[in-house]
């Protein structure tokens, strides 16, 4: 059978990924939280930071800042996150609130396609599969041991999605948008700005795309396709249900064992059935439960 | 055309062609596809591939523009139907011979084939809507590419023989003028039927299901079965579409049936205009399918796209700018915008 050693090293891998896969679904929950639709442009906000960070860091490094280029790159693709996201705001969901969904889900399948092409333009010559300069450390726990990429992974989605829970538990800020998120009209009728603080949930939600995707970059290396990983961390925010924020640490997690260890244990009859099992996870979720585990549960009137 | 209404028969009112423009545009369209061989044969297969991805596409408009339940597994359905075939045949030719023609048999049931698995596509739609039933239309599109990798297609690389494809002397495979009448031939068929199908009893009821499925199961409709038709019936197209996909690239991989196909249908349904099921997809097919086969070697050689990397990044950013623009400001698509260019004409010169 399995041995102890190969089990702890398949449990931090799994635990490494779900995490990632948490901070990555995060910006999906924000968004449907504050305008109640699917942002499917997601995942290249994802691509878009993934491939800044990597020109951001490369270009540094040729200026002889080599050992501060990942870091710098990383900050400079959160700010174009944010940025993305705010954008996709005020140009996207604000003229379509109120439209049906089919609407939303278009446009922002629209906007995906133009933040593919920017990444593209971004990207020229290094839109190919690289990876990130990281330091060469590597600790030993046992049989487990992790190395840069892992701490890059951890640090980042662990941090992006700490600094996003308290920010909506605990902060002025974050009761202000759980009450627009909840009600805008009863929120702006207490005097607060509804439109910024959609807004700023909107950029929360692809600065947390954005450390994320390099989160998930620094574990899996960059590649032109890694857009896919985030519909897989759809997966994820639907089992926590669209509109928990942190409800997604249990899904993220979930996801992650699924996935890392339907990977291995069934390596042998059905390779690569990782990649299928998070959308079939998806299938049970929609079919069983559709609200997730922490989602409320929408009751249609007519 | 006629600024009043002059109809004194139901049957007048209901019918395809009204005006005379009608039958002249008929006429003339009917000249142009028959004619359009003597263009050569790259016009040929740029008509092929927009006839398949036109069939595709309006069993799209049927399950999304006129039943309301969006899809995003049209591309994977696609590949059901050219699998089916590919299979089929490679079966046959396994177990005693590939008979001649074969594959043209298999064109129905490789409709049947992929409506019954876009039965199992559409499955969640009993339970769900909107945004929901979109994800799950993108996970079984995922799972029926998984099966294509892993299971179906291992070796990412199938044939049809050429035997199958030959009837009567004829080679109905590649971009042949013999694949073009059929392929031209069944996208006519298939776009009679589905604007048929918007005006009975079965198009009502996808219609009210679209508009109020609530209210539609009030006033008697049966939902679940309106909405299991819709997503059999779209598959349907896409099944037939991706069989004559497959006679008409005679190799074939998974690479074609994958997410990016299913929103670029969707994208051609919605910017052509999913209100109107024919003439939205044969415009939306025409400008983002055929006009991007079109203009590809053009913006490859213009100055400078090798500095944002490429023509894909040209065409990345015009498909979204155009998607997203339809759908912010002209929900009704390029049908909406020739609607009005149809209206200011009919009142010109004396328009207010």
Redesign the interface.
Known sequence: MVDSAALAVITFQSTVIGLVFAALGLGFNIVYRVSK??N?AHPAIVLLAVYVTLVASSYLASHGLASLGFALGTLVAAVVGFATGVAMEI??AR??RG?????L???T??????????A??V???M?TTASYRLPGISISLGPVVVDATDIAAIVLAGGTLAALIVLHRFTRLGVAMRAVAEDPYGASAYGLPVKTLTMLSWGLAGLAGALAGVALASKTGVEPSID?YV?EA??AS?LAGLDSVAGIVVGGLALGFVRQMSNYFLMSW????G??A???L??LV??VK?YGLFGTERI?R? | MPAGVFKERYSQLMAHLRYPIHWAGLVAGLALLLALPLAGSYAMSLAIDAAIFFVAAVGLAVTTGLAGQISLAQGALLGVGAYTVAKTLEFLAAHGGVPEGSALLLIPAAGLVAAAVGLLVGLPSFKLKGYYLAMASIAAQAVLMYLFQRVIDPNQGVTVPDKAMTLGGLYFGGGGAALYYLTIGVAAVMALVAANIGRSSIGRAFKAVRDNDVSASIVGIDVAKAKALAFAVGAFYAGVAGALYALYNISFGWDAFGLDTSIELLAIVLVGGASRIIWGPLLGVLLLHTGWSLLDDVVSGLPGVGLIGGADTVKYLVFGLLVAGFVVGEPDGLVGVLRRVKEYFRLWPFSY
Do not use: C, N, Q
Not at chain 1, 99 to 103: H, M
Not at chain 1, 109 to 118: D, E
Not at chain 1, 270 to 273: D, N
């Open positions: 639709s699917i499917l140009t996207i003229p379509l439209r049906p969904p089919v609407a889900i278009a446009a399948l629209g906007a995906y396609y133009i933040l593919k092409g920017v593209k333009a990207a020229r010559d839109w896919l519909l759809l997966a639907l059905l390779p690569g059935f990649d299928a998070a959308f079939i998806m299938l929609l079919l559709p249609e007519v």
